[in-house]
């Protein structure tokens, strides 16, 4: 089974309708991204500035955006806000880089990141190498706030911040001398700021809603799957909600999976959707692939009403319009944040 194939299956599992034309993905695109050296953030996830020691602390706590655009983690807990901890094994080895303007950290971090920024306006990278151990994920109660941490990544690892220069030359970060050789596209990076950790920290985060009382949604496969190997993903419902169910290939096009056929799209609480066998592959020559479901849920049917897909055939340009379109509309707060919730789970195919 290709993977085309399986979302045509997944398209008729979660709708329980399947109509002629609907076995492979909108354009029939294949989904997979080229082999990179470093690994890209997943969507709805942050790297940490700095790795954290005490990585359940951080389950629950509010994520906000302060004025100039720094995601800043709150140093506590809201009063009320309940989280119940379950810890999943999952280990890899991965290189990541993120533009040093989205990477997370609590007030006093990101403060010491506005300074950098200060003396270098543009080409700040963070470079993390890690070895992950396991996951921790939180169940919330409570009003915990608007974006909540509800998982943290912890492991093992080095982060380093370096400058990519544009014409070569020495660069000074941080006060310390490095880099030289003149070569245009060079890494640079100081001694200051350059950190190794041999214990378990936490060193990435992902996001959800806290309005919602738990995790409302959540998507439940492994985040690392060999080219070849069967597994059933399955998606969590924990809350009524009327679902939208996405998908982004490596590309950045987009599928429509659900609702489709006709059928009703609400899901009561404790409903298990279950999405049929995946087969995931790999692309000739690549060694490793991304793939991303992205689920809306809303709590009342009139907003649904308002933010669902069009009917009928969607081909992948009208599924990327449509993409685009629904995330700008609820970002933009057409409706109250309380009254819809997200989440995305992006996995890692490996070649054999």
């Known amino acids: 089974m290709s993977r085309s194939t399986w979302l045509a ?6 709708t329980a309708c399947k109509t002629d034309g609907d076995t492979t993905r909108p354009g029939g695109k294949s989904s997979a991204t080229q082999t990179v050296d470093r690994t890209q953030v997943a969507p709805g996830e942050r790297l940490l500035y700095l790795p954290d020691g005490d990585p359940e602390s951080l389950l629950g706590r509010e994520v906000t955006t302060d004025a100039q655009g720094h995601t800043v983690v709150a140093d506590e807990r809201k009063p009320g806000c309940t989280v119940a901890t379950t810890r999943v094994e999952t280990s890899f080895a991965r290189d990541y880089e993120s533009e040093l303007r989205n990477v997370a950290g609590f007030q006093a971090t990101v403060q010491r990141m506005v300074e950098l920024e200060g003396h270098y306006e543009n080409g700040l990278r963070l470079h993390l190498r890690v070895d992950n151990d396991h996951v921790l994920r939180g169940e919330l109660s409570g009003a915990c706030g608007e974006q909540v941490i509800a998982e943290v990544k912890v492991g093992t690892g080095s982060r380093e911040i370096v400058l990519l220069e544009q014409g070569g030359g020495s660069v000074q970060v941080d006060g310390g001398l490095a880099g030289g050789g003149g070569v245009s596209g060079e890494r640079s990076n100081t001694e200051q700021e350059v950190l190794q950790w041999d214990s378990p920290q936490a060193w990435a985060f992902g996001l959800t809603s ?11 496969m492994p985040e690392s799957l060999v080219a070849g190997d069967r597994f ?23 599928g429509v999976l659900a609702p489709r056929g006709g059928r009703p799209a609400l899901h009561a609480s404790g409903d298990t959707v279950d999405l049929p066998e ?15 479901f992205v689920v809306y849920g809303f709590t009342e049917e009139a907003d649904f009403g308002l933010f669902k897909p069009p009917a009928g055939a969607i081909d992948t340009a009208q599924a990327d319009a449509y993409a685009k379109e629904l995330r700008d509309r609820l ?22």
């Not at 970002?331 to 054999?352: L, N």
């Open 210 to 220: 806290g309005n919602v009382g738990r995790a409302a949604i959540d998507i439940q």
């Open 9 to 14: 299956a997944a398209f008729a599992v979660v």
């Open 278 to 292: 995946l087969v995931p592959s790999n692309l000739p020559g690549h060694s490793e692939d991304r793939e991303t």
């Open 331 to 352: 970002d933009s707060g057409e409706i109250p944040k309380k009254r819809w919730t997200t989440a995305e789970f992006t996995y890692v195919i490996q070649a054999k």
């Open 232 to 254: 059933k993903p399955t998606i969590a419902v924990n809350a009524p909600l009327w679902l939208v169910v996405l998908y982004r290939d490596a590309e950045g096009h987009h």
